[in-house]
């Protein structure tokens, strides 16, 4: 009996994006990896999305699947594309972004190498004319092969992006990305994770993340307490899987995404009602775990003191807050 090739599913939710659909696509119908599926589920979009997807899907309709569905937001999107995606592993695309053309054959060939459940590659933030603006590097102090059980710092390391990651078909046979939330990639990836055992990674840039200027992710208001409460539910999760005694690289995984990512998002909040209200939470997200002034000052990232890559500003705001100085607070914003 032959052995059919494995072949990667790469799913695309796609809403009012015809500005920058095109690029997404070419780079997806010219990957290097032929045994591909290009599942494009357009959610209710009210632009010409909907024309340049009937285009792609007829142009290349052994490698587009094209679907269309009501408005139903990111996650019923990803998770409409998972229940039609016929792949052996998953990918995950923004419909504004684009990948370098070996991505998925490259990280294929390490899933398959290393009998890993999840791969990783870096990730490069670039603006509207293609300049690369940032590169945020995943898990740079770790070897090519990463065993969870002896490496299990990675938990509380890495960066729980969907889109730069492709996935075993088998960790989404009981999973999806929860709907009506913001940040579920939070919520759902790193308990996706707690159901490894090997992890895989590359050190290339393959997933170019568009910053574009009118984003929606420019308004910042209290869904960022969305945060916390995927915290919340990676936390009761953690309880019940096989790494439920590594509780350090628990509370590190709290400190990066409950205070460091909720900072970061709450730095540029400009309602001050709803700026002290969700300083509020994290305080009390803060108390009821637990956690010291040390543990936060103390964090390191890849060796380093991941306090030094925050804004100078929001480290003052932060310790005041901690520390209750609260009227000094209320002159730095």
Do not use: W
């Amino acid at each position: 009996m032959v052995k059919v090739p494995s072949k990667v599913s790469v799913i695309v939710p796609v809403y009012n994006v015809e500005r920058y659909l095109a690029k997404c696509l070419d780079s997806l119908v010219n990957q290097s990896l032929q045994n591909i599926e290009i599942v494009i589920v357009n959610d209710g979009s009210s632009d010409g999305s909907a024309s340049i997807i009937k285009q792609y899907s007829e142009k290349y309709p052994d490698k587009v699947k094209a679907f269309t569905k009501e408005n139903g937001g990111l996650s019923d999107a990803r998770n409409f594309g998972i229940d039609k995606a016929t792949g052996d592993h998953f990918g995950f695309v923004d419909s504004d972004d684009h990948v370098s053309g070996t991505m998925f054959e490259e990280m294929l060939g390490l899933a398959l190498k290393h009998d890993a459940e999840m791969v990783i590659c870096n990730i490069q933030k670039v603006d509207e004319e293609g300049n690369v603006t940032q590169k945020l590097t995943q898990i740079p102090n770790m070897t090519e092969k990463i065993d969870l059980e002896t490496n299990f710092s990675v938990f509380s390391d890495l960066s729980y992006f969907a889109c730069n990651k492709l996935f075993r078909k088998e960790l989404f046979a009981y999973k999806r990305f929860k709907k009506g939330v913001h940040f579920e990639d939070i919520q759902l990836i790193p308990q996706l994770l707690l159901e490894c055992k090997t992890l895989a990674q590359t050190q290339n840039f393959h997933y170019q993340y568009l910053e574009r200027s009118d984003s929606i992710s420019k308004t910042h208001n209290e869904k960022g307490l969305d945060i916390l409460k995927a915290v919340e539910d990676v936390e009761e999760f953690f309880k019940t899987s096989k790494y439920s005694l590594k509780t350090k690289e628990l509370k590190g995984f709290q400190v990066l995404e409950g205070i460091y990512t909720f900072l970061a998002y709450l730095a540029f909040v400009k309602n001050e009602t709803q700026f002290y209200e969700m300083s509020r939470e994290l305080d009390i997200f803060i108390k009821k775990r637990g956690i010291k002034m040390k543990d936060i000052l103390c964090y390191s990232r890849f060796d380093k003191n991941y306090l030094l890559s925050l804004p100078v500003k929001k480290i003052i705001f932060y310790l005041l807050f901690f520390t209750g100085q609260k009227k000094l607070i209320k002159k730095l914003i």
